[in-house]
């Protein structure tokens, strides 16, 4: 027999329900729970990718068990690669919560918010443990959604005294500084805005490389976010041959990360390696942390949604 229908919580709910303070510690155990490889605690495949070769983009199937914390969830994330033209968004999510033990849909949410908050908060975490200590100039690459998140995010749970920023168009980067709170630099270049810098953020649309190892300060921290295809860049080989490369999964980033496949590189370990003490952080040398986005950080996301919802809808 069906149990009552799922709630359905939409962006701007989703919006004011999630806050960095608390997405950001879930996250942190998250990844570390990931990196046990505990099936109690997390199972979590590397997502199955549907081509949508019309759209020029793909869909990616995110499903997440966690035993132990009662979380059943997946994602449904479609991505593309979008002409210059285009309006529409360059990622569209969904996440279904579930009860794991009957099987009924709890939930049903809207998944970018989740999405865009998530992979900020994962690289934030990277920047954390990675980063120099007194780190003080930060540059992003890119300027869209993934750029807000991630200035967001970093300028709320760290501390610079410079943000830089560069897109391939011009206007992009402006419209950006006009939309955020603080002051941040326009660069004309990826080599004016990364020159110096302690930590990047890389958040394009790119398929070739735009980060090249020489432009970047020996120590720096990159949390290289875009290039979520076995086939599409950002860093360049020299960058990635000189750095130790950490990602959010091993698994994930040897079958998607086209960074990681192209340059030969190895992963030297998983960011939630390092959260349990398993591997250390060499904060001293230049690091890249590979995202490519995981399910299990969708579910305490989306987990973290419902139990605001509910506590706001009950009152409680
Ligand atoms: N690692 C993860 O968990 C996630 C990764 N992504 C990826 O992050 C990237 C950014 O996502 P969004 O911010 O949502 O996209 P967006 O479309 O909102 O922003 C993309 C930015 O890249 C710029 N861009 C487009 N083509 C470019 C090119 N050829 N060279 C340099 N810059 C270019 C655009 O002007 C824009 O500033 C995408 O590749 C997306 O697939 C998105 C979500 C999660
Ligand atoms: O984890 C995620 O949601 C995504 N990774 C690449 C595009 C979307």
Not at 157 to 185: D, I, Q, Y
Not at 239 to 266: F, H, N, P, Q, T
Not at 267 to 279: Q, S, T, Y
Not at 284 to 308: H, W
Request: charged share 25%; glycine share 8%.
């Amino acid at each position: 027999m069906a149990g009552a229908p799922p709630v359905i919580i939409w962006e701007r709910e989703v919006e004011s329900l999630l806050h960095y303070k608390e997405l950001i510690p879930r996250l942190e155990e998250a990844l570390g729970k990931f990196s046990s490889r505990d099936s109690a605690e997390v199972i979590q495949p590397v997502r199955s990718t549907v081509p949508l070769q019309k759209h020029n983009g793909f869909l990616g199937l995110m499903p997440t068990y966690m035993e132990n914390d009662g979380v059943l969830s997946t994602k449904l994330v479609c991505f593309y690669n979008r002409g210059a033209g285009s309006t529409l968004p360059s990622v569209s999510a969904t996440v279904l919560l579930l009860d794991p033990e009957s099987g009924h849909m709890k939930a049903v949410m809207d998944g970018e918010v989740i999405t865009s908050m998530r992979t900020a908060g994962a690289s934030a975490i990277s920047a954390k443990l990675l980063m120099r200590p007194g780190a003080e100039v930060l540059a992003i690459l890119g300027t869209g959604q993934q750029a807000l998140s991630h200035y967001n995010a970093f300028t709320e749970m760290l501390s610079f005294k410079e943000v830089r920023v560069w897109n391939h168009r011009r206007e992009g980067a402006e419209k950006f500084c006009r939309s955020v709170g603080g002051p941040v630099t326009v660069c004309g270049s990826v080599e004016e805005a990364v020159r110096g810098a302690d930590v990047i953020v890389t958040v394009t649309r790119s398929t070739e490389p735009v980060l090249c190892g020489r432009w970047v300060k020996p120590g720096a921290h990159v949390a290289a976010v875009g290039a979520c295809r076995p086939d599409w860049r950002e860093l360049d080989d020299s960058l990635m041959k000189e750095a130790v490369v950490y990602a959010d999964s091993r698994e994930g980033a040897m079958a998607e990360s086209g960074d990681v496949i192209l340059s030969g590189v190895e992963v030297f370990a998983e960011l939630g390696d390092v959260i349990n003490g398993i591997k250390p952080a060499y904060r001293e040398k230049t690091t890249v942390f590979k995202s490519l986005g995981m399910g299990v950080e969708d579910a305490v996301a989306a987990n973290l949604v419902y139990k605001q919802w509910k506590a706001k809808a009950y009152k409680l």
